[in-house]
């Protein structure tokens, strides 16, 4: 582990997860940098340079030792804000996607608005030009229906991987987190224990180098396996648990 966060946004941690994000990290903590905020990349198990990377720049990293997948690199990350004693975490990629700008609108969201969890969404408004591809997009709304229908809770841009939690949420996932796509599976799973998400409007970007990890005949399986996953989840809260 190499820790060193500066606390200039007072109680405010950005996580990165990372997997062979060699192209694009560099820029992302130079960005980030910039902005003055707390951040932290879970370097999850990389195989190309992106360790090295970010030694040689010193950027605040948790190197884990074998690819645990997005869900496990998240929660390493809100494990960490949890035991920090911070008060928001905000996910955000490691591939140039995100904007920095609406660090503060998300965060804004859950300390005057009242919100536990604020996902930043490209859906709405006219923040982002970018909306990823049209196979993705259907996906998305299919999974954005089948929370709806699950928890009652509409989020248009379910798979957003830009988004705020307050410590309550942090406390929630640090304990408990989806594994393999985990986004909208996170969304239902915090419903069903009454947290408030609400979605606001913000740009982003066609990731800098290097392809999603969900593509092709794959997303296809991705959104009935999610699909199904929301559905037993969102279940949890009418029975009670």
């Known amino acids: 582990m190499n820790v060193g966060l500066s606390g200039i946004w007072g109680g405010v941690l950005l996580i990165i997860p990372a997997y062979n994000e060699a192209g694009n990290i560099e820029h992302v903590v130079s960005v980030l940098r910039d902005e003055g ?29 074998e690819n645990l997948g997005i869900g496990g690199a998240v929660q ?64 998305i709304v299919f999974l954005s229906l089948v929370l709806r229908l699950a928890s009652g809770v509409q989020i248009k841009d379910v798979t957003s991987g830009f988004r705020a939690a ?37 740009a982003m970007h066609e990731r800098m180098s290097g392809s999603s990890s969900i593509s092709g005949l794959k997303s296809l399986w991705y959104m009935l396996k999610v699909g199904l996953s929301i559905i037993f989840v969102g279940s949890l809260k009418h029975r009670g648990r």
């Open 76 to 139: 390493t990350g809100y494990r960490y804000a949890l035991q920090a004693g911070y008060d928001i975490a905000i996910q955000f990629d490691g591939d140039g996607q995100h904007d920095a700008a609406f660090i503060d609108r998300l965060v804004d969201e859950l300390r005057h608005q009242g919100a536990d969890i604020a996902v930043g969404s490209r859906f709405v408004g006219d923040k982002s030009e970018f909306k990823s591809s049209v196979l993705r997009r259907v996906g």
């Open 166 to 202: 307050n410590c309550r949420a942090i406390k929630l996932f640090a304990e408990t987190y989806p594994s393999d796509y985990p986004e909208p599976e996170s969304l239902s799973f915090a419903a069903a224990r009454g947290l408030k998400i609400v979605e606001i409007p913000v």
């Open 37 to 65: 905020v707390d951040f932290v990349v879970v370097n999850d198990g990389s195989t190309d340079d992106t360790p090295f990377i970010l030694e040689r720049i010193g950027a605040p990293h948790i190197n884990l030792i």
